[in-house]
């Protein structure tokens, strides 16, 4: 049963390399973007959910967590019993802030000392934890401003600790090149697998391929299993590349990454032979295949926060297997997450490629009866 299957996949792997103009878009294009998104893609903030411990509970304590309450930028989200509470609510994004204001608050601000105030902040994303620092600073400084004013005593009337965990050194690459690892896999994936049976189709050849003993499903695997290797390997070569050319810390394990990895390129797999199933040509199947690359990007949340889109567009992303491959990656990467842990994301994955591979196996089904 598998000497066919694996006839075909060695057929379609000589005919990707074979061609230039596959081998130059496995290569140069994921080049090039690595190190685009590498060093000069950046992020925006308008949301920011935060909890706060505030043992203190006095005048000036209250007063500022309503600033922080009161802000565009900011939500309480949560109010603290403990300060271990915190480290739970950043460790599951519940948070992106934990703001904790010290016992003797008040008191220190009436007798004119600084009153520390900390910030513990999530620095998984490098520019929305600056972003964070700079707002929260903002309104520190108008709270010791006013209170200064109201009350007297030297300025600055309270002090700010930072403390950012994840990304100490809030470096941006830190976040974005793990993305760039599920983006680029997609890219790679999609086009190799989309282009597949249009290629075949304007050879002439996939006819030749119908009158095998070849069943559909033989079809659907010996077209499907090459793009599931190449994106394997292409995700690796970028893994590699994101921790020895860009030094990104590799803090989990690499078994959960490559399930991740593996679900993530079998869904992709599906979507790529559908198209490549519907598709009569390969210019049909290359504007199919980015007709869905650009809003699976856009849903994803590698470059907006899922947080920050409409409601309605919140649950469109549940369907994009890109924005729980990019959960994985980053967890992985700068927290150290496990299996369990990412249990959630796995098997979303895992019923999309199902779904998608059903999809393509009806379509190549009825395009080739």
Same mark, same amino acid.
């Given at each position: 049963?598998?000497?066919?299957?694996?006839?075909?996949? *060695?057929?379609?792997?000589?005919?990707?390399?074979?061609?230039?103009?596959?081998?130059? !878009?496995?290569?140069?294009?994921?080049?090039?973007?690595?190190?685009?998104?590498?060093?000069?893609?950046?992020?925006?903030?308008?949301?920011?959910?935060?909890?706060?411990f505030?043992?203190?509970?006095?005048?000036?304590?209250?007063?500022?967590?309503?600033?922080?309450?009161?802000?565009?930028?900011?939500?309480?989200?949560?109010?603290?019993?403990?300060e271990?509470?915190?480290?739970?609510?950043?460790?599951? *994004?519940?948070?992106?802030?934990?703001?904790v204001?010290?016992?003797?608050?008040?008191?220190?601000?009436?007798?004119?000392?600084s009153?520390?105030?900390?910030?513990?902040?999530?620095?998984?994303?490098s520019?929305?934890?600056?972003?964070?620092?700079?707002y929260? /600073?903002?309104?520190?400084?108008?709270?010791?401003?006013?209170?200064t004013?109201?009350?007297?005593?030297?300025?600055?009337?309270?002090?700010?600790?930072?403390?950012?965990r994840? /990304?100490?050194?809030?470096?941006?690459?830190?976040?974005?090149?793990?993305?760039?690892?599920?983006?680029?896999?997609?890219?790679?994936?999609?086009?190799?697998?989309?282009?597949?049976?249009?290629?075949? $189709?304007?050879?002439?050849?996939?006819?030749?391929?119908? !009158?095998?003993?070849?069943?559909?499903?033989?079809?659907?695997?010996?077209?499907?299993?090459?793009?599931?290797?190449?994106?394997?390997?292409?995700?690796?070569?970028?893994?590699?590349?994101a921790?020895?050319?860009?030094?990104?810390?590799?803090?989990?394990?690499?078994?959960?990454?490559?399930?991740?990895?593996?679900?993530?390129?079998?869904?992709?797999?599906?979507?790529?032979?559908?198209?490549?199933?519907?598709?009569?040509?390969?210019?049909?199947?290359?504007?199919?295949?980015?007709?869905?690359?650009?809003p699976?990007?856009?849903?994803?949340?590698?470059?907006?926060?899922?947080?920050?889109?409409?409601?309605?567009?919140?649950?469109?992303?549940?369907?994009?297997?890109?924005?729980?491959?990019? !959960?994985?990656?980053?967890?992985?990467?700068?927290?150290?997450?496990?299996?369990?842990?990412?249990?959630?994301?796995?098997?979303?994955?895992?019923?999309?490629?199902?779904?998608?591979?059903?999809?393509?196996?009806?379509?190549? $089904?009825?395009?080739?009866?």
């Open positions: 049963m598998w000497r066919p299957i694996f006839a075909l996949i *060695r057929k379609e792997l000589i005919a990707v390399f074979r061609d230039a103009r596959s081998r130059l !878009v496995l290569v140069v294009p994921p080049l090039i973007q690595l190190l685009v998104f590498g060093y000069a893609a950046t992020f925006d903030l308008n949301h920011v959910p935060i909890a706060v505030d043992p203190d509970h006095g005048q000036a304590s209250r007063e500022l967590v309503a600033r922080f309450a009161g802000s565009p930028t900011f939500s309480v989200r949560k109010v603290l019993d403990s271990s509470q915190g480290s739970a609510l950043l460790d599951a *994004r519940a948070v992106q802030m934990v703001l204001i010290d016992p003797r608050f008040t008191r220190d601000l009436y007798q004119h000392r009153a520390p105030v900390r910030l513990v902040v999530d620095g998984r994303n520019n929305t934890a600056l972003l964070i620092e700079g929260a /600073n903002t309104i520190l400084s108008g709270f010791a401003l006013r209170w004013a109201a009350h007297g005593g030297p300025p600055p009337a309270a002090m700010l600790d930072i403390a950012t994840y /990304n100490p050194a809030l470096l941006s690459r830190w976040f974005i090149v793990p993305g760039v690892i599920a983006l680029l896999t997609q890219v790679v994936v999609l086009l190799v697998v989309g282009l597949s049976v249009a290629r075949e $189709r304007e050879m002439g050849t996939f006819d030749q391929l119908l !009158v095998t003993p070849l069943r559909p499903i033989d079809l659907l695997l010996g077209k499907g299993l090459p793009g599931v290797l190449i994106g394997l390997v292409e995700a690796s070569v970028i893994t590699v590349a921790t020895v050319w860009f030094k990104i810390p590799f803090r989990g394990e690499i078994g959960a990454l490559y399930l991740g990895l593996l679900l993530f390129v079998i869904a992709i797999t599906g979507l790529g032979l559908a198209v490549s199933a519907l598709a009569a040509t390969q210019q049909q199947a290359l504007l199919g295949a980015f007709l869905f690359m650009v699976s990007v856009i849903l994803s949340g590698f470059a907006t926060p899922i947080a920050n889109m409409p409601r309605w567009v919140q649950w469109l992303t549940f369907a994009n297997p890109m924005r729980y491959v990019l !959960v994985i990656v980053r967890g992985v990467f700068l927290e150290g997450t496990g299996y369990s842990a990412l249990a959630s994301q796995y098997w979303p994955m895992a019923v999309i490629g199902l779904v998608t591979l059903i999809a393509a196996a009806w379509l190549f $089904r009825k395009r080739t009866v």
